[in-house]
């Protein structure tokens, strides 16, 4: 079975700290996706990466960063969080690029910023 | 207008109804379709994709493609409470592309 683990379920973080969400893949794939989840608005993509130290911006990258120092793991960052970073955020991995149709998710950090 | 258009819910139905849900998008280059199931407090996990037009069944999961409307939809035979979670809809340009587009998800609900 693919696993996707997230390190955190539940995370609360200070206005102005620096988070990271960390979220790594057992099964050798290459593409690692972030994606946050908010009510009404469904998921939508922060960043990906096809490979090591590669990275791409997704539709809202404003506000975080990404890293990917090994294919198997894969780091957002939050460099000043703030309360709308308050959401449910969700890590994805698929086998190669172009098979997104393949995509496994984690089980979700829900972070709340106060 | 959201690229992807999906009724929030929620529905509840009986256990052993059929259940439709739908989803309508804007961009008629989408080609691949993908449906996700999401319990509460847990990541989604996928159900079925197809690719362009169609119908492809798993078990009591049945997806359609309606390219010319723009519209796709999940049924599920004899439902049961445990298919109770939220639906998502997603979509892909091509098999080049990765970026999933996705729908705002349904709630279900069968009761027994």
């Known amino acids: 079975d693919v696993k996707v683990t997230q390190s955190s379920r539940y995370l609360v973080k200070r206005t102005g700290e620096k988070v990271f969400l960390e979220c790594v893949q057992d099964?050798?794939?290459?593409?690692m996706f972030w994606y946050r989840q908010d009510p009404g608005l469904g998921l939508r993509l922060i960043y990906f990466?096809?490979?090591?130290?590669?990275?791409e911006k997704g539709d809202i990258p404003e506000g975080y960063s990404v890293s990917r120092e090994k294919k198997e793991r894969f780091s957002l960052i939050l460099e000043s969080a703030s309360t709308n970073q308050t959401s449910m955020y969700l890590c994805?991995?698929?086998?190669?690029?172009?098979?997104?149709?393949?995509?496994?998710f984690g089980q979700g950090t829900r972070l709340t910023v106060v | 207008q959201k690229e992807v258009e999906q009724d929030p819910g929620p529905l509840s139905v009986p256990e052993g109804a059929i259940v439709s849900l739908n989803c309508t998008y804007s961009?008629?280059?989408?080609?691949?379709f993908m449906w996700y199931r999401q319990y509460s407090r847990k990541g989604p996990e996928l159900l079925m994709y197809?690719?362009?037009?169609g119908n492809k069944e798993d078990g009591r999961f049945t997806a359609q493609v309606d390219k010319s409307s723009k519209y796709i939809s999940l049924f599920i035979r004899d439902s049961q409470p445990s298919d109770s979670a939220t639906y998502l809809c997603a979509m892909i340009l091509s098999y080049n592309t990765d970026k999933l587009i996705f729908g705002t998800g349904t709630r279900l609900q069968v009761f027994p």
């Open positions: 099964m050798d794939h290459e593409n």
């Open positions: 990466s096809y490979d090591v130290k590669m990275k």
């Open positions: 961009n008629s280059a989408f080609q691949y």
């Open positions: 197809t690719y362009s037009s």
């Open positions: 994805a991995s698929s086998p190669t690029q172009g098979a997104s149709t393949e995509a496994f």
